[in-house]
């Protein structure tokens, strides 16, 4: 039978699948060969990866630009595409101003793993977006609480991001003034995916159909896990991160 979120309590939370372990891997409490030049690397990695939020959140598109390599790949709830696509999007929204989202974000903490050979890494993030909409007149904040995920290479000595995504725990609606609220009908809501199932329904509302499947309480869960350990042991990683291979796809 297809897979309904609906069936799932919307609070789950289960360990992602042993078979995506990526077992060899170096982390903050692994026993490497020279922790402290491993340590090293994970800092310069995540220090990359937080530029996200402060330079995009900024339009610091230079900085912003500066975290990834020529190929990389970013997939959003509201856009997926190159690197040099998404900037363009990205501004795009910025200039449309109230009648598009004010996005912005707080990091929370961060998790760096890399490969034995220093050559692969991926960047797990904490992370809270809060997303300002205007629907008749009445300002509101969505705040969803989700998980970044970068995938990096060092390629000539220097560290970029290759892929991104994310999935979504939970989010929530918030009025900025409490004496004035919009109408959300929980009918419409509940079409859409548990971790950001109001966030989707806004970003559609504004004709900006979001991605589907970003959810961490469903199976995409397992299949991001899943390519962030192919990424780590060396192998090929093809967009959809979160799905099946695009087999059109060129980087």
């Known amino acids: 039978m297809p897979f309904d979120p609906k069936d799932l309590d919307p609070y789950h939370t289960a360990s992602p699948e042993q078979s995506t372990y990526p077992s060899e891997a170096l982390r903050n409490n692994a026993k490497g060969n020279d922790p402290d030049k491993e340590a090293l690397e994970r800092f310069k990695i995540r220090e990359i990866c937080e530029g996200w939020g402060t330079y995009r959140d900024a339009a610091e598109w230079q900085n ?12 959003t709830s509201w ?3 190159g690197i040099y696509e998404f900037i363009e999007a990205s501004k795009e929204g910025f200039a449309k101003g109230s009648s598009f989202m ?10 760096v793993e890399i490969d034995p050979a220093m050559t692969r890494a991926v960047c797990k993030q904490k992370i809270t977006i809060t997303c300002r909409f205007t629907f008749d007149g009445i300002e509101m904040d969505n705040e969803a609480d989700c998980r970044f995920f970068f995938l990096l290479e060092k390629r000539s000595g220097r560290w970029g991001v290759v892929f991104y ?3 979504f725990d939970k989010d929530k609606f918030v009025p900025v003034n409490p004496a004035r609220t919009f109408d959300i009908p929980e009918d419409e809501v509940n079409k859409y995916p548990t971790g950001y199932r109001y966030l989707a329904w806004a970003e559609n509302k504004i004709s900006t159909p979001p991605k589907m499947n970003l959810n961490s309480h469903g199976p995409e869960k397992d299949v991001l896990y899943g390519k962030c350990k192919d990424w ?3 192998r090929a990683v093809r967009p959809d991160l979160t799905g099946e291979d695009d087999p059109d796809w060129k980087p």
């Open 79 to 81: 856009k997926q595409g």
């Open 64 to 75: 912003y630009r500066s975290m990834f390599f020529d190929d990389a790949y970013i997939a």
């Open 232 to 234: 780590l042991e060396g």
């Open 165 to 167: 995504t994310l999935l």
């Open 102 to 111: 004010y996005i912005l974000h707080r990091i929370i903490g961060a998790s």
